[in-house]
């Protein structure tokens, strides 16, 4: 599998307080990679700054063999890079399918076929579609938001925290939601996570984040033998 996403020596953080200090972090294509770390590591600011939000202050991001360090979330977006961010900022007022339709903001007219597609992989979405997206569960939410995301139809998904909130049942529906898409979108995915059991159901590969640094690749078979126990510090 070849890099799809290369990220060399990342640094950022707010305003001059540093947060990140040299990420390096590759993932294939169709890889789905996890992040695993505690509260204030350093995973948000993470998924921002690969998206665009929070600008690099030193290192280097490439996408798709193009260097995209210093460009804007839109321009990733239009790449093929898609967040789906920790909160999910659903717009509360808005029923699910309007929702869906503002993914589609940015795309382009041939595009607009996408939702009913995308639906497919989202069956209890359909059954929601005129409900608003603030009546909705924070696991309905959850998926919504995803479903969003894929709108765009991004190569890569940055997943933020999301089993934050939701409850056990709901997420067992978006682990297999996201294998799923695996299988049938072929897209990558990195997904940042405090939650063992969703981050090992999902992902080929782990890496350990502390203090805005990868400290470690984390082995898959301790970490499940591990299952139900607090994150390594
Ligand atoms: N807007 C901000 N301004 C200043 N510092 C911030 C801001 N947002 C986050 N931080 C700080 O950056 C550090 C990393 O935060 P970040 O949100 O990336 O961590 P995280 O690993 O995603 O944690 P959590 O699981 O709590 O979301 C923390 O110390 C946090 O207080």
Not at 36 to 57: D, F, I, S, V
Not at 84 to 93: A, K, N, S, W
Not at 161 to 171: A, K, N, Y
Not at 199 to 206: A, F
Request: proline fraction near 5%.
């Amino acid at each position: 599998m070849s890099a799809l996403l290369e990220v060399k020596g990342l640094k950022s953080g707010y305003g001059r307080i540093p947060i990140l200090f040299g990420v390096d972090l590759a993932v294939a294509d169709g890889e789905y990679l996890g992040i695993l770390g505690h509260n204030g590591m350093g995973k948000t600011t993470a998924l921002r700054t690969l998206m665009g939000h929070l600008p690099t202050t030193d290192g280097s991001v490439v996408f798709a063999g193009k260097t995209i360090t210093h460009l804007k979330p839109h321009e990733r977006s239009r790449l093929g890079i898609g967040l789906v961010p920790q909160g999910r900022e659903i717009f509360p007022d808005l029923s699910v399918m309007e929702n869906l339709r503002m993914g589609l903001a940015a795309a382009p007219k041939e595009d607009r076929g996408v939702i009913d597609t995308v639906l497919q992989d989202f069956p209890r979405l359909v059954r929601l579609l005129d409900r608003r997206g603030g009546a909705l569960s924070g696991g309905e939410q959850q998926l919504l938001a995803l479903a969003r995301c894929l709108c765009t139809k991004p190569k890569l998904i940055l997943l933020d925290e999301p089993t934050e909130g939701i409850q056990p049942s709901i997420i067992e529906e978006i682990i297999e939601t996201l294998l799923a898409l695996k299988t049938r979108w072929k897209m990558s995915l990195i997904v940042v996570e405090q939650n063992l059991e969703f981050i090992t159901s999902l992902s080929d590969r782990i890496l350990h984040i502390q203090k805005g640094r990868i400290t470690e690749e984390l082995d898959r078979e301790t970490l499940l033998a591990r299952e139900g126990q607090m994150i390594p510090s």
